[in-house]
């Protein structure tokens, strides 16, 4: 670990409200100093100077949903590699989630992950644990052992809690912890044998249709629930546009709810399943892909294409602004990848028998910032805040050592930093992965906007930056 000066940078610390020219000097994992010049400060001699002039300095960005499949499927990812793809999207922690094999629905498993973590993540993984024994939706789990185990929050993602008693139940005893609820919101009854998003497209393709009312019911439940306990719900990776307003109506009213969005729900639509010439000329065509891609550089995907299969399903285009118009006007607070690997055999299948999911963590940065920033719907500073402070304090993440909180830039607190040119054009080469799966819908995809160094605890973890590279 050396001593670090990054000089000249964009800092924006979105917990501070500081958007200005700053050095901040590193050193032995914390932030030493931070000021508009350090060029004098005594203790900067002997230390590595970077000019990261022209770029932008920000709190290590943090990813609240993520599936690293370990323990029980790491031919599709691990601890080690879902944290090197982080690292290389510009984030310094993670949460992930509970449906492992077998779940994280006990301290001992909970245990093995973070000691995992500890050894070999290049990043800070935080844990989540299950509502509900084996994520089955029958017995709760027990939620006092998880919280003295250490996990940071409780979901039954890629499941959800049918029962409305027993999701009651665990909200009460969620709230005796003060442990953060997390939902993945999906009604079995109606949503049935879907695939993709119900309306137009599953019809011309002859594919099972899965309705946005499946979301919407269970998003109206967790609603009422919080309300009649108290307890807050966050509810994950919405795709509706019912869903987003009902999430709007009820935090007018003081309901403690909150939500989530994902690039791939308001990048695409379910017109990408019909293959590239619907997609990109048709109804919903992507304004990423008409600003940056010229006819000849889009990507040519066929129809019925399993990296555009996900759960929840692409929606219509109505849904996809829907979701934009609620990241806008802070309905949606927190910005994540679902990050979801899969092996290539699992996704080289029919349609129908296809996994949900796709990758996530090395391109939501670049898609964000393409499609929110520099299409002009969310400030940078925002972008930033629902990827740093947001997270941080729906989770309340904390340094494990010190117990100084994440997602905020903090003279002697964690040097957890990333650094970014929002103006750098790349375009996504899945092959490159750091992950063990290439699930991925946006190989060959340009964008604008890219982390170019991940810090975390003052180690540089990745880098693009000549000068930081072998420190």
């Not at 185990?149 to 027993?166: M, P, R, S, Y």
């Not at 994540?336 to 949900?356: I, L, R």
């Not at 990333?418 to 375009?427: A, G, H, Q």
């Amino acid at each position: 670990m050396s001593d670090l000066l990054l000089r000249g940078g964009r800092v924006i610390d979105p917990a501070h409200d500081l958007d200005a020219t700053r050095d901040v000097f590193i050193r032995d994992g914390k932030i030493e100093a931070m000021a508009p010049s350090l060029g004098d400060h005594p203790g900067v001699r002997g230390a590595a100077v970077i000019d990261v002039s022209g770029l932008v300095v920000t709190p290590g960005l943090i990813d609240v949903h993520v599936h690293l499949r370990e323990p029980g499927q790491t031919s599709k990812e691990n601890i080690q590699s879902g944290a090197a793809c982080a690292a290389r999207g510009g984030f310094t922690a993670v949460v992930c989630m509970p449906n492992t094999k077998p779940a994280i629905d006990d301290a001992a498993v909970v245990g093995l992950i973070r000691d995992r973590a500890r050894q070999q993540a290049c990043v800070r993984v935080y844990v989540t644990g299950a509502i509900t024994k084996d994520i089955a939706g029958e017995s709760l789990a027990p939620i006092g052992a998880l919280h003295r185990a250490g996990v940071v929050a409780i979901t039954d993602d890629g499941h959800c809690v049918q029962n409305g008693e027993l999701m009651r139940r665990a909200l009460e005893y969620a709230r005796m912890f003060d442990l953060p609820v997390m939902d993945h919101c999906q009604d079995y009854s109606l949503v049935s044998e879907g695939v993709m998003h119900e309306g137009y497209w599953n019809v011309v393709l002859g594919l099972r249709g899965w309705p946005a009312v499946g979301e919407d019911a269970i998003v109206a439940r967790n609603i009422l629930l919080a309300e009649l306990t108290g307890t807050p719900i966050h509810c994950q990776h919405l795709s509706s546009a019912r869903s987003v307003d009902l999430i709007r109506q009820a935090r007018a009213k003081g309901v403690p709810i909150s939500g989530e969005a994902c690039p791939h729900h308001f990048v695409l639509t379910d017109a990408a399943v019909a293959g590239s010439d619907k997609f990109w000329d048709g109804d919903g065509a992507s304004l990423f892909a008409s600003t940056l891609m010229t006819a000849h550089e889009r990507p040519v995907w066929p129809s019925y294409d399993t990296h555009f299969k996900m759960n929840p399903p692409l929606r219509s285009a109505e849904d996809r602004a829907a979701v934009i118009a609620g990241l806008k006007d802070g309905t949606l607070e927190i910005l994540a990848s679902d990050h979801a690997p899969h092996c290539n055999y699992e996704k080289d299948v029919e349609f129908d028998f296809a996994p949900f999911g796709i990758l996530g963590l090395e391109t939501e940065l670049g898609l964000c910032l393409t499609e929110l920033y520099h299409a002009g719907h969310l400030s940078l500073r925002r972008v930033i805040e629902l990827y740093t402070a947001k997270p941080a304090a729906l989770v309340r993440l904390k340094d494990e050592e010190s117990g100084a909180p994440l997602g905020r830039l903090d003279v002697g607190g964690p040097a957890d930093l990333t650094v970014l040119d929002p103006e750098r054009i790349w375009t996504y080469d899945v092959k490159k992965t750091a992950s063990k799966s290439v699930n991925s819908p946006f190989h060959g995809w340009k964008m604008k906007g890219k982390a170019v160094a991940t810090l975390c605890r003052g180690s540089v973890v990745w880098t693009e930056l000549p000068s930081l590279q072998g420190l």
